[in-house]
T-cell receptor
Framework: DAMVIQNPRYQVTQFGKPVTLSCSQT?????MYWYQQKSSQAPKLLFH???????NEADTPDNFQSRRPNTSFCFLDIRSPGLGDAAMYLC?????????????FGPGTRLTVT | TQLLEQSPQFLSIQEGENLTVYCNSS?????LQWYRQEPGEGPVLLVT?????EVKKLKRLTFQFGDARKDSSLHITAAQPGDTGLYLC?????????????FGKGTKLSVIP
């Protein structure tokens, strides 16, 4: 089945130690998104790629970076994780950039910062 | 201020009961989506409503978009334990090369066997 895959499902890192979260998709969608979801809160968009074009949300901290080496893969890099970055990180894809195109979410990676 | 207000925030009911959850806003939207998110998983799209007054049914779930396209409701008939999860409403907007989903905070539903 075509799907959005996130690895690992659970990640523990130390305060200040860089960490990379991975997302891959078999849907061949043009757009890939990263959301942050803290406990009891709604998912919040961090940034998205439309093909190779990177779009950062205005309030996304510089500590968060992303890479998309090809259509299928997208990475979220947290350069110096703080305790406040502990959250569920959700990857999503959509065929194109328009509200008519649905977003498909991966299962998420739960990040713990010790 | 939150663009989408969902109520109630938490709901715990017995299996077989009916329930309705709400998603309200002061803004008008061209479409609205409902997602269900199970613990430890990503949101799964249930339905998209686009026309004011529209009603869509998905098995025991009935979704309605308000006539003014500012609000929506989700009604579950004869709730099952498998309906347990976080129900999120979201609106999408696109412009200037950006397409963003904005979510409400969700209603956390627990269906007790």
């Amino acid at each position: 089945d075509a799907m959005v895959i996130q690895n690992p499902r659970y990640q523990v890192t130390q305060f200040g130690k860089p960490v990379t979260l991975s997302c891959s998709q078999t849907l061949n969608h043009n757009v890939m998104y990263w959301y942050q979801q803290k406990s009891s809160q709604a998912p919040k968009l961090l940034f998205h790629y439309y093909d190779k074009d990177f779009n950062n949300e205005a309030d996304t901290p510089d500590n968060f970076q992303s890479r998309r080496p090809n259509t299928s893969f997208c990475f979220l890099d947290i350069r110096s994780p703080g305790l406040g970055d502990a959250a569920m990180y959700l990857c999503a894809t959509s065929r194109d950039l328009h509200s008519q195109y649905e977003q498909y979410f991966g299962p998420g990676t739960r990040l713990t910062v010790t | 201020t939150q663009l989408l207000e969902q109520s109630p925030q938490f709901l715990s009911i017995q299996e077989g009961e009916n329930l309705t959850v709400y998603c309200n806003s002061s803004s008008v939207f061209s479409s609205l989506q409902w997602y269900r998110q199970e613990p430890g998983e990503g949101p799964v799209l249930l339905v998209t409503v686009v026309t004011g007054g529209e009603v869509k049914k998905l098995k025991r779930l009935t979704f309605q978009f308000g006539d003014a396209r500012k609000d929506s409701s989700l009604h579950i008939t004869a709730a099952q334990p498998g309906d347990t999860g976080l129900y999120l409403c979201a609106v999408a907007y696109s412009g200037a090369g950006s397409y963003q989903l904005t979510f409400g905070k969700g209603t956390k539903l627990s269906v007790i066997p």
